[in-house]
């Protein structure tokens, strides 16, 4: 996999692996220092002291994933605290499995590409990029069936490495027949960091197959998740990743990187499987794991069931409310035992 669309440039990776050796860095400090756009963290200094300070005053802290909860004993001042995780939750009446035949998912991708189009190119606004009738007609196999779609959905940032997806689809589309399409849902307007996602994949040569369906409301994202065979995002470090569960909680199973919060809710072997995980900035890893799911639609099915059960009896909001309300009661609890019940209840 070529890894300059990735890196930062060969002298800052230099100084940083100079800078690594005299410090004596462990190897994840080292990449961690290596592979960090420092120009982004201008601001890090007061949101990290910010942070310190609202940590202080608060009487119980929750984090939203183990990723989180190790992040926030490495940052804050928490003096031996155990912090409670507790995920963020899913809206499983909306996100739910809905079946839908070829004509309906072709009519959802027609309003989506043709008639409401929100795709844009670098330096344009929204539905800069827009699609034919005729250019859906290449989301069709040789038989006149819908081909595989593979969705992505996000924003056109860094650590999302849409460079490794459009890499790994690249060879998949090669492999596979019919290959798949891939529907890029995302990207808010005028905001990407590195290359252009629309020019890469021009410059890869799949730009017939990678269709742009801009950034939409989150109401329309049940539907788009229905419409896919499979949600596929190897965002790296990803703090949660609430769309990994939306999808789950849809019936559509998700393939991500064994990193972050994404590495501790999906479940990628084994009899309650429910998606799959892929090494980290490995775009023959994803590619290899992408043509295994989908030339095995028994297993995709068996995936699909086990992630929308799990998705409903762990991450309903009543499951996560639950979770809140008991935590809220021991903080009040503890609180009356020590006297703070006046900073409580102002």
Known sequence: ??????????????????????????????????????????????????????????STIVTVSEHDRDLAYRLLPLQGQDLPVITNGVDVNQFRPRPLTDNERSAHLRHWLVTDPRGWRPGGKAASI????????????????????????????????????????????????????????????????????????????????????GWRGHDELPIGLNCADLMVAPAVDEPFGMVYIEAMSCGTPPVATATGGPARTITPAGPHANGWTVRPNNAPDLAATLIHALTHPGERARRAHNGSAHAYNTYSWQTVADRYTAIYEETTTRSVRQGNVTALTR
Do not use: C
């Not at 940083?16 to 201008?42: G, M, V």
């Open 1 to 58: 996999m070529p890894v300059s669309r990735l890196d930062p440039n060969p002298a800052q990776r230099q100084n940083a692996d100079q800078l690594a050796a005299r410090a004596a860095l462990s190897e994840p400090d080292a990449a961690l220092l290596a592979d960090t756009h420092w120009e982004k963290w201008s601001h890090s200094p007061y949101w990290l002291s910010a942070l310190r300070a609202a940590s202080e005053q608060a």
């Open 130 to 213: 827009r699609y034919t009738d005729a250019d859906l007609r290449r989301l069709y196999d040789a038989n006149g069936r819908l081909r595989p779609l593979l969705l992505w959905v996000g924003r056109f940032l860094h650590f999302k490495r849409v460079p490794v997806l459009l890499e790994a689809f690249a060879q998949v589309r090669k492999e596979l027949d019919p290959a798949p399409a891939l529907l890029m849902w995302g990207g808010y307007p005028g905001e990407y960091e590195g290359p252009h996602p629309a020019d890469l994949a021009q410059d890869l040569g799949i730009d017939d197959d990678v269709f742009f369906l």
